[in-house]
């Protein structure tokens, strides 16, 4: 176990370098640049900050130049918030991210598995079509709609909650926990539905019934292993988006997180913030289906990575 | 068929497919809930293609005399109209006709990709499996922008460019999802006793390994039409998409919602619409599952 | 390593802090503004967004500065003469200014601004307005590194109490420049001590606005409060500013409605006629300093033909357009420069007089002229931005000319950088322009204009660049806009773009507010409002 956490971690280390080897030198591809914003500046004015930035340096230089910083954890500095190096919008910004992201992750996993495995006990019964339902709703509405909706209703006629902005304690968090949550809940219930339905058909159950196992055991010992195999292997790319900030629900919900910047850094050309960003979503994902490959592989001996 | 024979008898190759597929059906057919979805689809389906032809103006023809017009399902404009003066429901239908078409397309290529490339990692292990999981680690990481950026750039702004952007990335959860499944179903014991008697890799992977990871596949790309249809709207704001005039699913939920305060109607047809396709395929999908399942006696 | 881990766990405090603790939403004695996206930098010398700009008039103030309405005011300057030959101004500063922590304000700190702005090693786009907006001394052979000597400056102090600013050539416009957008004074020791970290950290800030930077959180607000040592803090009527990020129009509406912001920065565009019915004291649509014209690409064979230029240009209803298909109150306009300055009486193009149908009629006349027709439509890409307002024009100017000529347009909507990309790689047929003047006046508009100036249009005019040379060495303001006149007239004779409109500011302000007004310029300092 040990030795495979080990080669996971290094082949984690080798992954991210390559990643950060190919978007380097791809997002350079873009038309445009961080300062060919304003048409009306003179090129010395230009060549002057370029050259501040590194950018007139060849490209490998300036590649040469980044993994330096990498290495001492210094991302350099951003090209479009002109006061912050990467390293401090992502440290700064990245809590608040973490923080919605952990609970809307909580929420969905329980309420979605909760969901899912009604379902499949009461299969094709109300209580199904009922779980179905709410589900589903987390993506038949979009969250582009659905969450101004919250907003108009429970903050602004209810004023239960403020509809933007971090100011306001624990009341800020509850909407965008929720709405972030909702199209989660709704891959996560059906996937646990479906393999739940699977497994409990499946022969061993059947003998297990057969030798007079009561249902609870059953499903407990038997079969939510099998029905959360393929949940647990979507969590992990699915965590590492939710906690990394969803642009969508920190644009609309007022949000200082990093969700924002996964759009804008690439939009402003702000290569220095897209390689902090890509970096750290990479670390989180590589982290996480770590984690997801290892539980699985408790969960059920059988799928140990023999490899 | 006896509860505890392996399945490999019932799905050794050489059975006749008909008779299977035939018994498959029916079953599909048998399932009340799954055939009104297929019904209520196929409605949409029909009036998104061969409705607008019911109507004497296109989903472009602006008239700036009837801007903004109401519901009144007696006039010229059932639906009313959108700022330009143009019918709304033939600009919902002929929307359908493009995200639906995009929709499912998007959806089935991501779906088959991720299943196979799923299925062969799962099935494989070791080595093979480590470096396919380290190619979609590195693609999930890479930033989309960037990659809808050039996409565009290398194709136009274009549809193509649109179905690419989509599908690029779209198949990396479903091949993460039935790679989990791939991986426990190779160490059952038909897998063994297929592999004891002679079949290549290959050849479990297609007959074994896929068909038991589908119905999980089947359920997750029915969640992924809507997800195609909506990540439309998104891309448009990178310059990809489709171009005006032209309307889409995406754009008109995009339009509507920016509206909704003032005007309910433009949001509230394309998104019922999109809702009751998502449920339809809902059902179908459970149906599906439900008659392909090779465990279900 | 540990500066990050030492960020991380700060932040991941703060976040906590926030969260646990229980703040009250905005009062009466906090003014909370919309900045739009996050201000790309609080340093005075390098920011050049508009919007960070408002917070740039609040910490600082400059030797002039801008009234409620955007009337050019004396700041630190109580009086300035200028020269015969309009080419020297001398700014006399009031008597006994300091910075906000007590150090005297002298007349030096203004001119190391300057420096510090036009030093290569400093970075900032902000030497533009020295070498183009107006030629100060000097300022090239800073700003390209010909010389780093600091004597070669045209912008001098020879006291204490007087700042002198020499030009090259008259500018009757550098008033508008000398506001504290252009011309922050920067605090020698502050900046010595901490280097640029003097001007985010706000327990190192020194500024000599009306305002001080009390709390800055980046992606959410920055903070202001009032600044005891400003010499006019007496008439501050405001304790409190707060701007805050906001990224979604919608959700900007939202909390202006919770009470939450009290002037907005934008306002979605398909609410404005809602709006104006439901609250039309609240909101505040007025012209900016901002012109929308669609340029035709001079290299490509269709354009090269004035007629059909012509018939595009007058094609276009643009009272219908603005008013009906894109409503975000930008005003129809049939000049380029026209607008912005009362007292420039500018040229319009000649067939502005004409009705909507006369100009339709005549343009299908000139199509038909230019070889196109039914058999023969004339088709084209127009490339506009992605921004809402910029599709619905271009849809908008595409079915109207299907429907006058028979045109086939394709609207092409691209992300900005790649807009902009495509611009000076001539891919494009039409192309959605628009500028962004320095000031509100006729000349800034011009001036890019010169085929000297932007090389991008493909414009072969002697005759504008001779005009334009008339014009600049005019020292004052009316002859040189009279001079102005006459090179728009050539401008707009030669139809290289259609003329479409001025764009708008659009705001809901609080009805409680006072000292808020339309500002052409977009200049609204804090220290003018008061709560009633």
């Known amino acids: 176990m040990g030795r495979f956490v080990l080669r996971r971690v290094a082949m984690g280390a080798a992954t991210l370098g390559a990643l950060v080897l190919l978007t380097f030198f791809v997002i350079r591809l873009a038309p445009g640049g961080p300062f060919s914003g304003n048409r009306r500046i003179s090129p010395e004015i230009i060549a002057n900050i370029e050259r501040a930035y590194h950018l007139d340096e060849p490209v490998v230089m300036q590649f040469a130049r980044y993994v330096w910083g990498l290495v001492r954890l210094d991302f350099g500095p951003s090209t479009r918030f002109r006061d912050y190096d990467v390293t401090d919008i992502l440290a700064t910004g990245l809590p608040y991210s973490l923080i919605i992201g952990f609970w809307a992750m909580l929420l969905a996993t329980i309420v979605g598995i909760a969901l899912g495995v009604a379902g499949a006990l009461r299969r094709n019964g109300f209580t199904d079509y009922a779980a179905g339902v709410v589900g589903v709703a987390g993506i038949a509405v979009p969250l582009f709609v659905l969450a101004p909706l919250m907003q108009v209703f429970f903050a602004l006629r209810l004023d239960w909650f403020p509809v933007g902005g971090w100011n306001d304690g624990w009341r800020s968090v509850v909407l965008p926990v929720v709405a972030l949550a909702l199209p989660n809940i709704a891959y996560i219930s059906r996937l646990t539905r479906t393999a739940m339905v699977e497994t409990l058909r499946d022969n061993y159950i059947r003998t297990a019934r057969a030798k007079g196992i009561g249902w609870g055991r059953v499903v407990r010992h038997h079969a939510m292993t099998g029905a959360l195999l393929p949940v647990i292997a979507y969590l992990g790319p699915a965590t590492a988006a939710t906690i990394t900030g969803s642009i969508l629900i920190e644009t609309i919900f007022a949000l200082p997180g990093i969700g924002r910047h996964f759009v804008d850094a690439a939009l402003n050309r702000d290569y220095p913030l897209v390689m902090g960003i890509t970096v750290t979503y990479g670390a989180f994902l590589i982290v996480f289906n770590i984690l997801t490959d290892l539980i699985r592989g408790w969960l059920d001996p059988r799928v140990r990575d023999a490899g | 068929m006896p509860a505890d024979l392996p399945d490999i008898v019932a799905e050794a190759p050489s059975d006749p497919p008909e008779s299977a597929l035939a018994q498959q059906f029916r079953r599909f057919r048998r399932n009340r809930l799954a055939m009104a979805g297929v019904l209520v689809l196929t409605l949409i389906v029909l009036a998104c293609f061969l409705g607008p032809y019911a109507f004497p103006f296109t989903g472009a023809d602006a008239d700036f005399d009837a801007i903004g017009q109401g519901i009144d399902l007696f006039s010229a404009h059932p639906f009313g109209t959108d700022d330009f003066g143009r019918d709304l429901l033939v600009r919902v239908l002929e929307g359908g006709r493009v995200s639906l078409t995009i929709g499912f397309l998007g959806a089935l290529t991501a779906g088959v990709i991720g299943v196979l490339y799923g299925a062969i990692a799962g099935y494989a292990g070791g080595r093979t499996d480590a470096w396919m999981m380290r190619a979609v680690e590195v693609l999930y990481g890479f930033p989309y922008v960037i990659l809808v950026i050039l996409l565009s750039l290398l194709l136009g702004g274009g549809n193509l460019a649109l179905f690419a952007a989509i599908v690029f990335t779209l198949w990396l959860t479903p091949a993460v999802i039935v790679r989990a499944q791939a991986q426990a179903l190779s160490r059952r014991e038909f897998v063994e006793a297929a592999r004891a008697g002679g079949m290549t890799g290959a050849q479990i992977v297609v007959t074994h390994i896929v068909p038991n990871t589908l119905s999980v596949a089947i359920v997750y790309g029915s969640l992924l039409v809507p997800e195609v249809i909506l990540a439309e709207s998104f891309l448009s704001f990178l310059g990809i998409g489709i171009k005006e005039p032209q309307a889409s699913w995406g754009n008109l939920i995009q339009i509507g919602t920016s509206a909704m305060t003032t005007d309910l109607r433009l949001l509230l047809l394309p998104a019922t619409l999109l809702a009751t396709v998502l449920f339809c395929l809902n059902f179908i999908a459970d149906g599906l599952r439900d008659a392909f399942d090779p465990n279900d006696r | ?532």
């Open chain 3, 1 to 532: 390593m540990r500066h990050a881990f030492r960020h991380l766990t700060g932040g991941l405090v703060l976040a906590a802090g926030l969260t646990l603790g229980q703040t009250a939403l905005a009062q009466d004695t906090v003014l909370d503004r919309g900045v739009g996206s996050e201000w790309s930098s609080l340093d005075p010398h390098i920011n050049f967004d508009a919007a960070a700009g408002w917070i740039q008039m609040d910490a600082y103030e400059g030797l002039i500065t801008f009234g409620p309405s955007g009337q050019i005011l004396p700041g630190a300057a109580e009086r300035w003469d200028v020269s015969a030959d309009g080419t020297t101004y001398t700014f006399h500063l009031r008597d006994g200014l300091v910075w906000s922590n007590g150090d005297p304000l002298v007349a030096q700190d203004y001119v190391d601004g300057v420096l510090r702005t036009l030093d290569p090693a400093t970075g900032s786009e902000k030497g533009y307005y020295f070498t183009s907006t107006v030629q100060v001394a000097g300022a090239a052979g800073l700003v390209d590194g010909t010389t780093t000597d600091p004597a070669t400056l045209g912008v001098t102090a020879p006291d204490d109490r007087t700042v002198v600013v020499q030009m090259e050539s008259p500018a009757p416009h550098l008033l508008d420049l000398m506001g504290a957008f252009a011309m922050s004074p920067l605090h020698g020791p502050s900046f010595a001590a901490h280097g640029p970290s003097a001007f985010i950290d706000p327990a190192l800030f020194v500024g000599n606005g009306a305002y001080v930077i009390t709390q800055v959180v980046p992606q959410s607000h920055v903070r202001l409060e009032r600044n005891p040592n400003y010499w006019d803090a007496a008439n501050v009527a405001i304790p409190s500013v707060m701007y805050h990020v906001t990224e979604d129009v919608a959700t900007e509406l939202l909390r202006y409605r919770a009470g939450e912001i009290d002037v907005t920065y934008d306002i979605p565009l398909n609410q404005i006629p809602a709006l104006t019915e439901e609250m039309p004291d609240q909101v505040r649509v007025s012209p900016a300093t901002e012109v929308v014209y669609y340029s035709f690409n001079l290299t490509r064979a269709p354009f090269q033909d004035i007629r059909l230029r012509r018939a595009l240009t007058l094609a276009i209803d643009r009272d219908t357009l603005e008013s009906r298909i894109v409503r975000g109150g930008s005003i129809p306009s049939y000049s380029y420069a026209g607008g912005f300055d009362p007292t420039y009486d500018g040229p319009v193009i000649a067939e502005a007089t004409m009705t909507q149908d006369e100009r339709n009629a005549l343009a299908q006349q000139l199509y038909a002229e230019a070889g196109y027709g039914p058999d023969n439509p004339l088709v084209i890409n127009i490339v506009a931005t992605v921004a809402e307002i910029s599709t619905r024009r271009a849809q908008g100017i595409a079915l109207m000319w299907q429907q006058t000529l028979g045109v086939q347009a394709t609207v092409e909507p691209q992300e900005r950088k790649a807009w902009l990309d495509t611009f000076y790689a001539g891919t494009w047929d039409v192309f959605s322009d628009n500028l962004v003047g320095d000031f509100a006046g006729a000349e800034t508009f011009l001036a890019y204009m010169r085929p000297s100036a932007e090389a991008g249009y493909n414009w072969v005019s002697p005759g504008f660049e001779t005009a334009m040379d008339a014009a600049a060495v005019l020292p004052d303001r009316p002859s040189r806009n009279a001079a102005l006149a006459l090179a728009e007239r050539i401008l707009l004779d030669d139809y290289i773009f259609a003329p479409l409109a001025i764009e708008p500011q659009r705001r809901l302000v609080n009805p409680a507010l006072r000292g808020y007004e339309d500002s052409p310029a977009g200049y609204n300092n804090s220290q003018w409002m008061s709560f009633q």
